[in-house]
Protein backbone atom coordinates (compact mmCIF):
# COMPACT_ATOMS: atom_id res chain seq x y z
CA UNK A 1 0.00 0.00 0.00
CA UNK A 2 2.75 2.86 0.52
CA UNK A 3 4.58 1.55 -2.10
CA UNK A 4 1.68 2.27 -4.50
CA UNK A 5 1.30 5.66 -2.40
CA UNK A 6 4.90 6.57 -3.08
CA UNK A 7 4.70 6.22 -6.74
CA UNK A 8 1.49 8.31 -6.60
CA UNK A 9 3.43 10.81 -5.46
CA UNK A 10 6.38 10.52 -7.71
CA UNK A 11 4.14 10.41 -10.60
CA UNK A 12 1.67 13.05 -10.56
CA UNK A 13 3.70 16.45 -10.71
CA UNK A 14 5.18 15.40 -13.66
CA UNK A 15 1.33 14.28 -14.53
CA UNK A 16 0.47 17.55 -14.02
CA UNK A 17 3.34 19.95 -15.43
CA UNK A 18 2.65 17.74 -18.76
CA UNK A 19 -0.73 18.56 -19.10
CA UNK A 20 -0.61 22.49 -18.16
CA UNK A 21 1.99 22.88 -20.28
CA UNK A 22 4.12 23.96 -17.43
CA UNK A 23 7.06 22.13 -19.10
CA UNK A 24 6.60 22.14 -21.96
CA UNK A 25 5.61 24.71 -24.46
CA UNK A 26 7.40 24.92 -27.27
CA UNK A 27 4.74 22.73 -29.80
CA UNK A 28 5.60 24.43 -32.91
CA UNK A 29 7.25 21.48 -34.69
CA UNK A 30 4.81 19.11 -33.34
CA UNK A 31 1.40 19.97 -34.02
CA UNK A 32 -0.16 20.25 -37.48
CA UNK A 33 -1.37 23.40 -39.05
CA UNK A 34 -5.25 24.05 -38.22
CA UNK A 35 -6.40 24.46 -41.94
CA UNK A 36 -9.48 26.89 -40.31
CA UNK A 37 -7.33 29.17 -38.61
CA UNK A 38 -4.16 31.08 -39.28
CA UNK A 39 -2.26 29.84 -36.23
CA UNK A 40 -1.20 26.48 -35.13
CA UNK A 41 -2.67 25.54 -32.10
CA UNK A 42 -0.44 26.82 -28.88
CA UNK A 43 2.10 28.74 -31.60
CA UNK A 44 4.26 30.40 -29.44
CA UNK A 45 5.15 32.61 -33.11
CA UNK A 46 1.20 34.19 -32.22
CA UNK A 47 1.35 37.95 -31.20
CA UNK A 48 0.17 37.73 -27.38
CA UNK A 49 -2.50 40.70 -26.79
CA UNK A 50 -1.45 43.76 -25.66
CA UNK A 51 -1.32 44.11 -21.69
CA UNK A 52 -3.76 46.68 -20.47
CA UNK A 53 -3.99 47.36 -16.83
CA UNK A 54 -8.06 47.16 -15.91
CA UNK A 55 -9.80 49.83 -13.45
CA UNK A 56 -9.06 50.02 -9.85
CA UNK A 57 -9.57 46.57 -8.37
CA UNK A 58 -12.91 45.77 -6.68
CA UNK A 59 -14.43 48.50 -8.34
CA UNK A 60 -16.40 47.45 -11.19
CA UNK A 61 -16.67 49.64 -14.11
CA UNK A 62 -13.56 51.83 -13.53
CA UNK A 63 -11.93 52.80 -16.65
CA UNK A 64 -8.64 50.46 -17.43
CA UNK A 65 -5.75 51.72 -19.45
CA UNK A 66 -6.69 52.04 -22.83
CA UNK A 67 -10.15 53.62 -22.86
CA UNK A 68 -10.88 57.04 -23.54
CA UNK A 69 -13.11 58.29 -21.04
CA UNK A 70 -15.84 60.85 -21.99
CA UNK A 71 -17.17 62.37 -19.04
CA UNK A 72 -15.10 61.99 -15.99
CA UNK A 73 -17.63 63.91 -13.64
CA UNK A 74 -15.78 67.25 -14.36
CA UNK A 75 -17.06 68.97 -17.65
CA UNK A 76 -18.46 68.58 -20.59
CA UNK A 77 -15.61 69.02 -22.93
CA UNK A 78 -15.86 66.10 -25.21
CA UNK A 79 -19.37 66.81 -26.13
CA UNK A 80 -21.48 69.37 -28.20
CA UNK A 81 -25.13 69.45 -28.73
CA UNK A 82 -26.81 68.08 -32.24
CA UNK A 83 -25.94 71.69 -34.06
CA UNK A 84 -21.99 71.08 -32.41
CA UNK A 85 -22.27 74.03 -30.23
CA UNK A 86 -21.48 73.62 -26.49
CA UNK A 87 -23.59 70.87 -24.61
CA UNK A 88 -26.09 72.94 -22.22
CA UNK A 89 -26.64 69.49 -19.51
CA UNK A 90 -25.72 71.12 -16.69
CA UNK A 91 -22.63 69.19 -14.11
CA UNK A 92 -23.03 68.51 -10.31
CA UNK A 93 -20.72 66.68 -8.28
CA UNK A 94 -19.63 63.13 -10.21
CA UNK A 95 -22.62 63.61 -13.03
CA UNK A 96 -24.14 65.25 -16.13
CA UNK A 97 -28.13 65.83 -15.70
CA UNK A 98 -30.14 66.21 -18.67
CA UNK A 99 -31.79 69.40 -19.37
CA UNK A 100 -35.51 69.37 -20.79
CA UNK A 101 -35.38 71.37 -23.88
CA UNK A 102 -32.01 71.86 -24.69
CA UNK A 103 -31.47 68.64 -27.42
CA UNK A 104 -29.90 65.74 -27.20
CA UNK A 105 -25.85 66.10 -27.00
CA UNK A 106 -23.41 64.08 -28.66
CA UNK A 107 -19.69 63.08 -28.64
CA UNK A 108 -17.50 65.40 -30.53
CA UNK A 109 -15.66 62.13 -31.30
CA UNK A 110 -16.69 59.43 -33.89
CA UNK A 111 -16.55 55.80 -32.73
CA UNK A 112 -17.70 52.79 -34.84
CA UNK A 113 -17.32 49.48 -33.70
CA UNK A 114 -16.99 49.99 -29.60
CA UNK A 115 -16.92 48.65 -26.04
CA UNK A 116 -18.93 51.54 -24.18
CA UNK A 117 -19.43 51.65 -19.89
CA UNK A 118 -22.04 54.44 -19.17
CA UNK A 119 -23.72 55.00 -15.60
CA UNK A 120 -27.04 56.47 -15.14
CA UNK A 121 -29.86 57.24 -12.66
CA UNK A 122 -33.34 57.79 -12.87
CA UNK A 123 -35.07 61.09 -11.59
CA UNK A 124 -36.33 61.21 -8.04
CA UNK A 125 -38.90 61.90 -7.35
CA UNK A 126 -40.89 60.09 -9.53
CA UNK A 127 -42.73 61.66 -12.09
CA UNK A 128 -44.85 60.54 -14.76
CA UNK A 129 -45.40 56.95 -15.78
CA UNK A 130 -44.63 55.13 -18.90
CA UNK A 131 -42.28 55.85 -21.61
CA UNK A 132 -43.12 59.43 -19.71
CA UNK A 133 -40.88 58.16 -16.36
CA UNK A 134 -36.81 58.61 -16.85
CA UNK A 135 -36.53 58.23 -20.06
CA UNK A 136 -33.54 59.05 -22.15
CA UNK A 137 -31.30 56.88 -24.15
CA UNK A 138 -27.85 55.91 -25.12
CA UNK A 139 -27.45 56.12 -29.08
CA UNK A 140 -24.80 54.24 -30.82
CA UNK A 141 -23.20 55.79 -34.31
CA UNK A 142 -26.42 58.75 -33.45
CA UNK A 143 -28.80 56.19 -34.74
CA UNK A 144 -29.08 52.66 -32.59
CA UNK A 145 -30.86 53.36 -29.16
CA UNK A 146 -30.04 51.56 -26.07
CA UNK A 147 -33.26 52.53 -24.42
CA UNK A 148 -32.80 54.13 -20.89
CA UNK A 149 -36.12 54.23 -18.59
CA UNK A 150 -37.17 53.86 -15.77
CA UNK A 151 -38.22 50.26 -15.16
CA UNK A 152 -38.71 49.51 -11.57
CA UNK A 153 -42.25 48.86 -11.10
CA UNK A 154 -43.21 51.16 -14.24
CA UNK A 155 -45.50 49.14 -16.93
CA UNK A 156 -44.41 49.92 -20.51
CA UNK A 157 -44.51 47.92 -23.79
CA UNK A 158 -41.60 45.68 -23.86
CA UNK A 159 -39.52 46.94 -26.55
CA UNK A 160 -39.27 50.00 -24.96
CA UNK A 161 -38.10 49.25 -21.51
CA UNK A 162 -35.10 50.27 -19.79
CA UNK A 163 -32.19 48.25 -21.48
CA UNK A 164 -34.48 47.45 -24.55
CA UNK A 165 -33.12 48.26 -28.06
CA UNK A 166 -35.96 50.43 -28.71
CA UNK A 167 -38.79 49.16 -30.95
CA UNK A 168 -37.12 45.80 -31.61
CA UNK A 169 -35.56 44.21 -28.91
CA UNK A 170 -36.75 43.68 -25.04
CA UNK A 171 -34.20 43.04 -22.91
CA UNK A 172 -33.80 39.61 -21.24
CA UNK A 173 -34.71 40.35 -17.93
CA UNK A 174 -35.42 43.36 -15.98
CA UNK A 175 -32.57 44.19 -14.31
CA UNK A 176 -33.18 48.10 -13.25
CA UNK A 177 -32.63 49.55 -9.65
CA UNK A 178 -35.13 51.46 -8.30
CA UNK A 179 -35.11 55.14 -9.79
CA UNK A 180 -32.01 57.63 -7.97
CA UNK A 181 -29.83 54.41 -7.69
CA UNK A 182 -27.12 54.21 -10.22
CA UNK A 183 -26.74 51.60 -12.67
CA UNK A 184 -24.52 50.71 -15.31
CA UNK A 185 -24.51 49.59 -19.30
CA UNK A 186 -21.48 47.70 -20.68
CA UNK A 187 -22.05 47.51 -24.58
CA UNK A 188 -20.17 45.61 -26.71
CA UNK A 189 -21.41 47.15 -30.19
CA UNK A 190 -20.33 46.69 -33.73
CA UNK A 191 -21.26 48.42 -36.53
CA UNK A 192 -23.40 48.06 -39.91
CA UNK A 193 -20.86 47.41 -42.95
CA UNK A 194 -22.41 48.31 -46.83
CA UNK A 195 -20.99 47.13 -49.69
CA UNK A 196 -19.93 49.47 -52.53
CA UNK A 197 -23.75 50.25 -53.99
CA UNK A 198 -24.90 50.48 -50.51
CA UNK A 199 -26.39 47.20 -49.60
CA UNK A 200 -26.45 45.82 -46.13
CA UNK A 201 -23.73 43.07 -45.67
CA UNK A 202 -23.80 43.04 -41.79
CA UNK A 203 -25.95 44.26 -39.31
CA UNK A 204 -25.46 46.00 -35.98
CA UNK A 205 -24.27 43.21 -33.40
CA UNK A 206 -25.12 44.44 -29.84
CA UNK A 207 -24.47 42.69 -26.35
CA UNK A 208 -25.40 44.63 -23.29
CA UNK A 209 -25.25 43.64 -19.47
CA UNK A 210 -27.73 45.84 -17.21
CA UNK A 211 -26.11 46.03 -13.80
CA UNK A 212 -23.85 43.12 -14.75
CA UNK A 213 -26.32 41.14 -15.82
CA UNK A 214 -27.01 39.95 -19.54
CA UNK A 215 -29.53 42.00 -21.08
CA UNK A 216 -28.97 41.86 -25.01
CA UNK A 217 -27.22 38.51 -26.58
CA UNK A 218 -25.75 39.69 -29.70
CA UNK A 219 -28.76 41.24 -31.12
CA UNK A 220 -29.02 41.76 -34.84
CA UNK A 221 -30.67 44.69 -35.13
CA UNK A 222 -33.22 45.22 -37.73
CA UNK A 223 -31.87 48.93 -38.96
CA UNK A 224 -32.09 52.19 -37.23
CA UNK A 225 -34.48 52.39 -34.01
CA UNK A 226 -37.58 54.57 -34.00
CA UNK A 227 -40.92 55.01 -32.68
CA UNK A 228 -43.96 52.60 -33.85
CA UNK A 229 -42.12 51.78 -37.36
CA UNK A 230 -39.65 50.18 -38.42
CA UNK A 231 -36.89 51.88 -40.54
CA UNK A 232 -34.28 49.66 -43.37
CA UNK A 233 -30.79 50.24 -43.20
CA UNK A 234 -29.42 52.97 -45.03
CA UNK A 235 -25.56 53.58 -45.91
CA UNK A 236 -23.97 55.93 -43.29
CA UNK A 237 -20.00 56.32 -42.59
CA UNK A 238 -17.82 53.81 -40.96
CA UNK A 239 -17.84 56.03 -37.23
CA UNK A 240 -20.36 58.63 -36.20
CA UNK A 241 -20.69 60.51 -32.75
CA UNK A 242 -22.32 58.36 -29.33
CA UNK A 243 -25.72 60.15 -28.36
CA UNK A 244 -27.65 60.90 -25.34
CA UNK A 245 -31.12 61.44 -25.60
CA UNK A 246 -32.70 64.37 -23.97
CA UNK A 247 -36.51 63.18 -24.07
CA UNK A 248 -37.44 65.88 -20.95
CA UNK A 249 -36.67 63.65 -18.12
CA UNK A 250 -33.54 64.75 -16.01
CA UNK A 251 -31.81 61.59 -15.65
CA UNK A 252 -28.48 61.52 -14.66
CA UNK A 253 -25.22 59.98 -16.12
CA UNK A 254 -21.38 59.61 -14.60
CA UNK A 255 -18.50 57.55 -15.54
CA UNK A 256 -18.96 57.18 -19.44
CA UNK A 257 -15.67 55.80 -20.99
CA UNK A 258 -15.40 53.80 -24.67
CA UNK A 259 -12.70 51.54 -26.20
CA UNK A 260 -12.57 51.27 -29.70
CA UNK A 261 -12.37 48.10 -31.33
CA UNK A 262 -10.06 47.21 -33.98
MG1 LIG B 1 -35.41 57.05 -25.05
Known amino acids: MRGIALVFFILAPVFIMTSTG???????NEIENNTEQ????????????PVVKPGVAGIPGQPPSDALVLFNGKDLS???DSKGKPARWKVEQDYMEVVKKTGSIRTKQNFGDCQLHIEWAAPLPVVGKGQGRGNSGVF???TYELQV????N????????????YGQFPPLVNACHPPGEWQAFDIIFHRPHFDKNGNLIHPVRM???HNGVLVQDNVELLGPTAWKKHVPYKPHPEKMPLSLQDHGNPVRYRNIWIRELK
Open 22 to 28: GIKENFN
Open 38 to 49: EWKIHDMNRPLP
Open 78 to 80: QWC
Open 140 to 142: LMD
Open 149 to 152: LDSY
Open 154 to 165: NRTYADGMAASV
Open 207 to 209: IVL
